[in-house]
């Protein structure tokens, strides 16, 4: 593996479609769990869903080929920045606001 795939960053997702009431959450939970992925996910009152997802930028595409995998799901769009690395942080849960 190289330093790219190597390297943790961490990165803040909104992501539009059919993406609350489908599961969305607890794949994502799920698939960060298993590919060693921290952070958060919470859906929002616009019917999109907020995520902060923290690991290598190989975990966090696994992360979201996961839950593009399950049926119901239907990602149209997601808006993505990379933000500050979160040193302590430990899990993935959902989240409040």
Known sequence: ???YNEKIIRKAITVHGFVQGVGF????IHAAELVGAT???RNNPD???S???QGTEEQIDKVFQMIEQ???VSIDNMI???ISVLEDERGFKVSGY
């Open 47 to 49: 019917g999109s869903v």
């Open 25 to 28: 959450r607890y794949r994502a």
């Open 51 to 53: 995520m902060e997802i």
């Open 70 to 72: 399950g049926t119901y």
């Open 1 to 3: 593996m190289d330093a």
């Open 80 to 82: 993505a920045n990379t």
């Open 39 to 41: 952070g958060w996910v």
